[in-house]
């Protein structure tokens, strides 16, 4: 496994993948396919016996194939560059990453105590605010956050549910140890591609995915629909109460708008923008064909600052003016709430295993990645001295900007990092560089070693569902730890074995839970043109 492999191979003309794979080399990384000699991954066995039986040219040949079908099918993201917004496929690599039945059943179980952790956190801190009083996370860190939003506060949520739906992003050490990079419990984005990916693999990989024991993806919006119906508000003015659900989006310019297409259909529920609803003596109402709607739970993906120009941003031309006043009476919910971002804040993130220990007495079944806080005086003077083995990133930023790391910077990246620190050190935190794990990924050179992360999605109303796998975030570029989609990265699917290798049934439709069944009116109504002239 550990042989590098030969100029002739890498070319992969006239061999098969078993000669590329056993000229392989991870260079030391814990690799996601093979494991390391000290822990190996003895649970991809088959698939790897799989994988060498392919012809490479074939394998080539499939995998462009499914890259067009990607673009064909409108599966793109909004990259915005120079002022001009470029729509861009997500680059898929057909190599699999595996994951075992049993690490699993670990993840999922640490996925869903931190998630409990943060909710119990939020709801503290917009009532009686105990984590602060008792000096478990300083006050000023939460009160002075820009994601602290004062007008939640003594505002109760059904079931203390704030992240309704969360991606925590996970990498894997030298070690292969599962480590929390950070939180996502805004709008955190990513899970149609987990769906599409195992679709892509079903029509392009047939004769690799079959009989080897695959959890589904198939069901997430059916889940997230539940969910959503779950944390509906009452309704005492209906006899048979089916709640209206309605996903809200900024709009076709969004760079995640096809997942907003995609989440509306996967959920039989209309798409809206902000100028489709209307606040009527403090309850919301969707525009149709046939008159005003009233709706009950909307799924949102726009920002806080955004959502009401009465109550936040008041030059916002995306929201709905009113809607913070009638969430607050409790005539109708939102996903996620509104001042869930002070629980990923990437400072507040540093104090998420004491947030564990605090509310559940628990230990965190996945630990965090060591972090320095920068505003702290130690933590700033220990990273100024240890500018050049350390990952700088600002806390407010996401997609992989701003960050600094620090082993691969110039001398003049770190003297301008520097000055940053010394300019506005709360605005910062670092940590080590984590040697992120590798996977087998077909590039232009043959099948070389790239780095990934994991991000778990989750749904949450009276109880937590992860789904099983998530999206596996490649970086494609050699040698580069950046995965996110906007700095050139691209995603991989993610396969869950199931115990025993034994093949999961498929979800079976019910009737009196499809979402077309109660929200077809609606939808036909308001969102089926948009989501057809969208899909051509």
């Not at 996370?137 to 506060?153: D, F, K, S, W």
């Not at 990133?393 to 000055?419: F, Q």
């Amino acid at each position: 496994m550990a042989r590098r492999a030969q100029g002739a191979l890498l070319s992969g003309s006239g061999k098969g993948v078993d000669d590329l794979l056993s000229s392989y080399d991870a260079n030391g990384f814990y690799d996601e396919l093979f494991g390391s000699a000290s822990k190996p991954a003895s649970h991809t066995e088959a698939v790897k016996d799989r994988l060498r039986q392919l012809d490479y040219d074939d394998l080539r040949r499939r995998a462009s194939d499914a890259e067009r079908e990607l673009y064909n099918l409108g599966i793109t993201f909004l990259v915005y560059s120079d002022a001009k917004a470029v729509d861009r496929i997500l680059p898929f690599d057909v190599i699999p990453r595996i994951i075992a039945a049993k690490e699993w059943a670990h993840l999922e179980k640490g996925v869903q105590q931190r998630i409990a952790a943060l909710n119990m956190f939020l709801h503290d801190i917009y009532h009686d605010q105990h984590v602060l009083k008792d000096g478990i996370i300083p006050a000023e860190l939460v009160l002075g956050n820009a994601n602290y939003r004062p007008q939640m506060q003594g505002i109760t949520l059904p079931f203390k549910t704030y992240i309704h739906i969360a991606g925590v992003d996970l990498v894997r050490d030298h070690e292969g140890t599962f480590r929390v990079l950070e939180d996502n419990g805004r709008v955190p984005s990513g899970v149609s591609y987990v769906v599409e990916n195992r679709h892509m693999m079903l029509r392009a990989f047939p004769d690799l995915m079959g009989d080897i024991g695959l959890r589904n993806v198939e069901n997430y919006g059916a889940k997230l629909l539940d969910a959503m119906c779950e944390i509906a508000p009452p309704r005492a003015d209906v006899d048979s109460y089916d709640p209206q659900v309605v996903l809200l989006s900024p709009g076709a310019y969004n760079s995640a708008y096809f997942e907003h297409i995609f989440l509306a259909r996967e959920m039989g529920v209309p798409l809206v923008e902000g100028r489709d609803l209307a606040v009527i003596d403090d309850k919301v109402y969707m525009k149709t064909t046939g008159g005003l709607r009233r709706v009950d739970s909307i799924y949102r993906r726009i920002g806080d600052d955004f959502l009401d120009p009465l109550a936040f941003n008041p030059d916002s031309m995306l929201g709905v003016p009113g809607i913070f006043e009638a969430y607050r009476k409790g005539n109708v919910a939102l996903a996620n709430a509104i001042g869930t971002g002070v629980a990923d804040d990437k400072a507040v993130y540093a104090y998420v295993p004491r947030m564990i220990k605090y509310y559940l007495g628990e230990d965190a079944l996945i630990p965090n990645v060591d972090t320095h806080i920068c505003r702290e005086p130690d933590a700033l003077q220990y990273t100024l001295d240890n500018l050049d083995k350390l990952v700088v990133k600002p806390v407010g930023e996401a997609g992989g900007y701003g960050i600094t790391i620090g082993p691969r910077a110039s001398k003049a990246e770190l003297e301008e990092c520097r000055a940053k620190l010394l300019e506005d050190p709360a605005n910062y935190i670092s940590q080590p560089m984590v040697p992120l794990s590798v996977c087998p990924t077909l590039t232009e050179e043959g099948i070389e070693p790239r780095h990934v992360d994991l991000r778990p999605f989750a749904i949450t109303a009276k109880s937590t569902w992860v789904l099983p796998g998530g999206l596996t975030r490649v970086a494609l570029k050699k040698g580069t730890l950046i995965v996110n989609s906007s700095q050139g990265g691209g995603s991989k699917d993610t396969w869950v074995l199931t115990e025993g290798g034994q093949a999961e049934p498929e979800p079976v439709a019910d009737d009196s839970t499809d979402p077309f069944h109660t929200q077809s009116q609606s939808h036909a109504a308001l969102s089926s043109s948009q989501s057809q002239s969208q899909s051509q």
